[in-house]
């Protein structure tokens, strides 16, 4: 309670302000950012959330998108500047700067694996996702809940629970939803453009990562793999890889499944989810990244096959 009426406080009182999501923008941050620029908005400050690379265009539907820009390196020096989402300095990327040259700063997050890396942290771990600590953030602050807030949270908190079917669904995340459906969200309308809406590029790049599906560990254990060459011949961008490695974790029987997204330079972003029991933010966490129980990510070097064999030999571990 005293660290979110030091940061209401905080937020009352400076003159300028910057936003930073963590980098491969997805809806918790993207929507938490906007949400809280629109607030910071009515107190008055104009806001600028700073993003690494272009917005999916699949969150091109989102109100607010106007608060971002695209860091293009720029010198600049706020009184406050807000990390969300962000579980440790390198998902700040180049923006590290504008965090660093910031007078002070604030790391608003639910990742368990949290660094703390900021002047003042407020982590909530038991919050599906951002957008709910943010909500609540909003509603202390007095400020109304528009259409536009309201559809910005919905959108933060919808994508991190899965449309609202993986464990970190509470009763209080069905709460402050019931709060923004009454202050207009349209949820049809979201849904559609959220989870049913796939573009033609993002069809035929999952047709050739689904060729290249092997299952191991006597079914426990699914590995995918996207390489540079699919994403070109399927004319696809880094986006249309997003919920790729769900299709081997929904398999019948498979408990972890890995994406292995051949990156230039023998670098491969890897992502790994589990469905149950398994920690895969352990395993993460042990090469270097970082997430939550059932979903995280890294990255590493090195040659495919071993790479392959690292990661089996993590997972065999904790399976
Ligand atoms: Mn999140």
């Known amino acids: 309670m005293m660290t979110k009426n030091i940061i209401i406080s905080k937020i009352k009182e400076v003159k300028t302000l910057a936003i930073l999501p963590h980098v491969s923008i997805d809806g918790d941050a993207l929507g938490s950012s906007i949400a809280l620029a629109y607030a910071v908005k009515e107190l008055g400050i104009e806001p600028v959330i700073y993003i690494e690379e272009e917005i999916p265009s699949s969150y091109g539907f989102l109100p607010g998108i106007e608060f971002t820009k695209v860091y293009q390196g720029e010198k600049e020096n706020y009184d406050l500047v807000l990390a969300l989402d962000t579980g440790d ?124 599906l092997e299952i191991l560990e006597n079914g426990k254990v699914a590995f995918i793999t996207v390489t540079e060459s699919m994403i070109k011949d399927a004319d696809a961008k880094e986006e249309d890889c997003d919920g790729i490695v769900n299709i081997g974790r929904n398999i019948k029987g498979v408990e972890v499944a890995v994406l292995v997204r051949e990156k230039e330079n023998e670098s491969y972003k890897i992502n790994l989810r589990s469905k149950k029991y398994v920690d895969v933010s352990i395993i993460a966490n042990k090469l270097g990244g970082g997430g939550h129980k059932n979903a995280a990510g890294c990255t590493i070097e090195g040659n495919m096959e071993d790479i392959k064999q690292i990661l089996l030999k993590e997972i065999r571990e904790v399976l």
């Open 89 to 212: 300095t390198g998902r700040l990327g180049k923006r590290i700067d504008i965090f660093n040259a910031a007078s002070y700063t604030i790391n608003i997050d639910h990742h368990m694996t949290n660094t703390e890396f900021a002047d003042l942290n407020y982590v909530q771990t038991s919050s599906s996702a951002t957008g709910e600590i943010i909500y609540q953030f909003i509603k202390m602050m007095g400020i109304p809940l528009t259409k536009e807030i309201s559809t910005c949270i919905y959108v933060a908190i919808a994508t991190d629970t899965g449309g609202f079917r993986y464990s970190n669904t509470t009763s209080i995340t069905h709460q402050i939803i019931s709060d923004l459906i009454n202050n207009g969200v349209d949820v049809a309308e979201v849904s559609q453009l959220l989870f049913e809406t796939v573009s033609l590029s993002k069809t035929k790049l999952t047709g050739m990562a689904v060729q290249t």
